[in-house]
């Protein structure tokens, strides 16, 4: 029996993204507005910053009278304001001492982060020229002594040597002599005779 298989729909196609229907002079507008209303809320949050500052310094530091005291009272005063600057400053090492921790913390966590990641930045190197010499002293130290003079360690070769290949080279003769007497059937031959083959 043979099934009737119904046709399988096509996938549907992917739309574009739409135009926007936003002019351009509309949009800059619109960032205007957006860049005022964030420039006012910043002078509201730094005005209420200053409101709180002022608060909070006259609830902890009342104004002082001085006036008509006598000298017990003036060195009793002075005492309590000692005792509180010597709170408030161990209060500001506590802070500082939690700020620098968190802060090595968050160094470290972002060094295994990248670390996870497999994503290192290396850093930008400089181009250094140094010789041979002063690379191998900064690698091994006072081990280096010899130098790195590379035609030092060459063979020296002398004039007469140099004499006897002009001679040996002489002899050889003009190959294309050799290539001529080598071409055709009889130059195979002598090949042939050479090697031995035809005894």
């Not at 005005?47 to 009793?76: A, C, F, H, N």
Request: proline letters at 5%; hydrophobic letters at 35%.
């Amino acid at each position: 029996m043979a099934e009737d298989n119904p046709p399988t729909p096509l996938p549907p196609r992917v739309q574009a993204k739409p135009k926007s229907k936003i002019s351009a002079s509309r949009k800059l507008s619109l960032k205007m507005l957006l860049l005022q209303r964030a420039m006012e809320e910043l002078e509201q949050e730094t005005v209420s910053r200053d409101e709180e500052k002022v608060k909070y310094l006259s609830e902890k530091l009342p104004p002082l009278q001085i006036t008509g005291l006598s000298m017990d009272e003036l060195q009793k005063l002075c005492r309590q304001l000692n005792a509180k600057i010597e709170v408030v400053d161990e209060e500001r090492y506590d802070f500082e001492a939690k700020v620098n921790k968190n802060n090595r913390d968050i160094h470290e966590l972002k060094l295994k982060v990248q670390d996870l990641g497999g994503k290192f930045k290396k850093p930008a190197l400089r181009k250094v020229r140094v010789s041979a010499d002063e690379m191998m002293r900064a690698l091994l130290g006072s081990k280096h002594k010899g130098s790195m003079d590379l035609r030092a360690n060459l063979k020296s070769v002398k004039k007469e040597d140099i004499k006897q290949e002009k001679v040996i080279s002489s002899e050889v003769g003009d190959w294309r002599k050799n290539v001529e007497a080598m071409s055709g059937m009889e130059g195979r031959k002598k090949m042939f005779d050479a090697a031995g083959g035809g005894q």
